[in-house]
DNA sequence: TCCATCGATGAGACCGTGTCTCATCACCGT
DNA sequence: ACGGTGATGAGACACGGTCTCATCGATGGA
């Protein structure tokens, strides 16, 4: 793996979020995109299925971190702990390179809708992959929705927190807003 | 309005409903879908902003509806109130047609995942629209969320089964659906 | 050292989506 | 009849995304 220059994909990333950023999402071209990371447009969809992917190529790292988490829970644990375990294990994937292009990241999702529209997709796989876990477990179909949903928004939030600069740790700040989520849901009526 | 033969962006609708479900999304083409409807390719584009949004036409209407029907709350109403409020309203939107294509459509859109998006993307639309207006109306940050996220599940569970065929009448199911997941909500630990 | 292999890349043809411009045609009021 | 208006058709165009074939560079073995 790696030959020639290596790291072609991050490569990818980085051009890809510094001109969708430079220059708008729609006025640039893939080609564009490759040309500055040293590729060709065809190596940019061997490495992507789509211009849209690069921005979230880290996604399918967070469901697969918070599926996993939430699996790790004990047994007897309740739905909301289920939550819990499964934001702390996704701690891991948050590295400081992934705060520093958080807010870039959000900026430039911002402006287009294509991207939005990505955006929501990848966030309701998120929580449908969660949903399924409490579900395996034994919650109930609306307990399930709910506690995922509200794991989903935490996980949200605690990350443009975080990537914002604020607070200790992640998985401090996506507990504390999960706490709070928890809280309005209890209190609705 | 509607000179030559009536109704073209409705017979868009129709072909591109059909020719997906029968030939698959991928395989029909823009132009077949223009040509089943008695039009052309460009005319296609003057009715849709692309080749997904014929099957998610009715949407914006139930956005709208929503919002319109939680604006119309009184003033004092509770935020489940005003949701339960905001689907009553909605029902406005269920005509018969809307709930023979309901089982094909979520069978199409089921198919292919550049249509999950559409889909995931005017859900969160929704979401976004009722959240707004919980906020405007003094419901606390989480609050507001979360009771908007409870207000679109029933939505869609709601008129899921009512388009299946089930129950009275879509307000009924959506109320019901609603006090499901309320009582999820707050017996969650 | 040389060579065969294999995986990553480049080159370029190709189809479909979506945009745009210009011409056409049907209806309308006068 | 006649001119205006708005919906449509025709066709060129750029770009996204797929595919095939050729190339090249690193590796491992003789």
């Not at 640039?28 to 992917?53: C, I, S, W």
């Not at 579900?135 to 949903?149: C, F, K, L, N």
């Amino acid at each position: 793996m790696a030959r020639w220059e290596p790291d072609a994909r991050l490569r990818l990333v980085r051009a890809a979020i510094d001109l969708y950023a430079e220059q708008g999402y729609e006025s640039t071209t893939v080609a564009q995109v490759a040309e500055r990371a040293g590729l060709t447009k065809a190596t940019f969809f061997r490495h992507f299925p789509d211009k849209r992917e690069p921005l979230f190529a880290g996604q399918e790292e967070h469901a697969a971190l918070l599926a996993d988490g939430a699996a790790l829970a004990p047994d007897d644990a309740s739905p909301l702990e289920v939550v819990t375990a499964a934001l702390d294990h996704a701690t891991a994937a948050f590295t400081a390179e992934q705060r520093d292009w958080g807010p870039r990241l959000r900026a430039v999702v911002g402006t287009h809708d294509e991207l939005r529209e990505r955006a929501a997709f990848k966030r309701a796989h998120l929580t449908g992959t969660l949903a399924a876990v409490l579900r395996d477990r034994g919650a109930g179909e609306a307990t399930a929705a709910i506690a995922a949903d509200l794991g989903v928004e935490a996980f949200h939030r605690g990350f443009d927190r975080w990537s914002d600069g604020e607070g200790p740790s992640y998985g401090d700040l996506a507990r504390e807003e999960l706490r709070t989520l928890h809280a309005a849901a209890t209190a609705l009526r």
